[in-house]
C-alpha cells in the first residue's frame, strides 16, 4: 500500500518554509525522499533510516517518526530552484519502494 | 561521473507492437529497479534484479512485460503486443549494494516516454 503525502500541493514565495508530510499504515524500515522536475529523472534528496540515522544533503532537513510510521520533509529559505514534485518511498524490508503520488511544490520570486 | 541513462527517451508504438526498453545503471552497481510512472503519480515498482539475478517481478502488470539483465549490467525491459493502458514513462533505477540495504539511495535514469497509440 503506498504512503499518503501531504499537502498535494503548496505555493511559496521565495524565502518562505513549508512541510511536506508522508505517512505509511504499516511498519517502516527507511524512508526515503525525491524531488523531480517536469520531464527529469527523481534526483535523491534524504533517507531516514529507523532508528535515526539519515544520509542526505546538507540543506534538506527531515524527520522520521517510527512508531506513528509518518516523515516529514522540511524546506526552509526556500529557493526557486526548490520547485518540482516531491516523492517519499517507504521501504519495509529489501529496498523495494513504494512512492507516494507525491506532492507539487512551487516557487515564486 | 557517468549516471544512469535509458534508450530510447521516447518511444511511439501502434497497438500491438512490441517495444524494447533500455537501461544503463551507473557501472558497478550491483541492484537495478524498473518502474512505472502514469502521469502525475509517483513511480511504481515493476521488477528488481541483484546482478543478473531478478529476485522480484511482483510488480509486472502481465506477463507481456519482460524483463532482462543477462550480463549483470544493462537491463532491458520488454513490452509485447502493446496496448494503450501501456502508456506512461518507464524509469530504470539502480543503487549500489543489494537487497537487504534499503538504506542506500537509487539513482533514477531520465526515463523512457512510451505512448501506444
Known amino acids: 500500500q503506498q504512503p499518503v503525502q501531504s499537502p498535494q500541493a503548496v505555493i511559496l514565495r521565495e524565502g518562505e518554509d513549508a512541510v511536506i508530510n508522508c505517512s505509511s499504515s504499516?511498519?517502516?524500515?527507511?524512508v526515503h525522499w525525491y524531488r523531480q522536475k517536469h520531464g527529469e529523472a527523481p534526483i535523491f534528496l534524504m533517507i531516514?533510516?529507523?532508528?535515526?540515522e539519515q544520509k542526505g544533503h546538507d540543506k534538506i532537513s527531515a524527520s522520521f517518526n517510527e512508531k506513528k510510521q509518518q516523515s516529514s520533509l522540511y524546506l526552509t529559505a526556500s529557493q526557486l530552484s526548490y520547485s518540482g514534485t516531491y516523492f517519499c518511498?517507504?521501504?519495509?524490508?529489501?529496498?523495494?519502494?513504494?512512492f507516494g503520488a507525491g506532492t507539487q511544490v512551487v516557487v515564486t520570486p | 561521473g557517468a549516471g544512469v541513462s535509458q534508450s530510447p527517451r521516447y518511444k511511439v508504438a501502434k497497438r500491438g507492437q512490441d517495444v524494447a526498453l533500455r537501461c544503463d545503471p551507473i557501472?558497478?552497481?550491483?541492484?537495478l529497479f524498473w518502474y512505472q510512472q502514469a502521469l502525475g503519480q509517483g513511480p511504481e515498482f515493476l521488477t528488481y534484479?541483484?546482478?543478473?539475478?531478478?529476485?522480484?517481478k511482483s510488480g509486472l502488470p502481465s506477463d507481456r512485460f519482460f524483463a532482462e539483465r543477462p550480463e549483470g549490467s544493462v537491463s532491458t525491459l520488454k513490452i509485447q503486443r502493446t496496448q494503450q493502458e501501456d502508456s506512461a514513462v518507464y524509469l530504470c533505477?539502480?543503487?549500489?549494494?543489494?537487497?537487504?540495504?534499503?538504506?542506500?539511495?537509487?539513482?533514477f535514469g531520465p526515463g523512457t516516454r512510451l505512448t501506444v497509440t
Open positions: 531516514l533510516l529507523k532508528g535515526g
Open positions: 504499516k511498519a517502516l524500515y527507511s
Open positions: 557501472s558497478g552497481h550491483v541492484s
Open positions: 518511498g517507504t521501504a519495509d524490508s529489501w529496498g523495494k519502494l513504494q
Open positions: 534484479f541483484q546482478n543478473e539475478a531478478q529476485l522480484d
Open positions: 533505477a539502480s543503487s549500489q549494494l543489494g537487497g537487504t540495504f534499503p538504506s542506500y539511495e537509487q539513482y
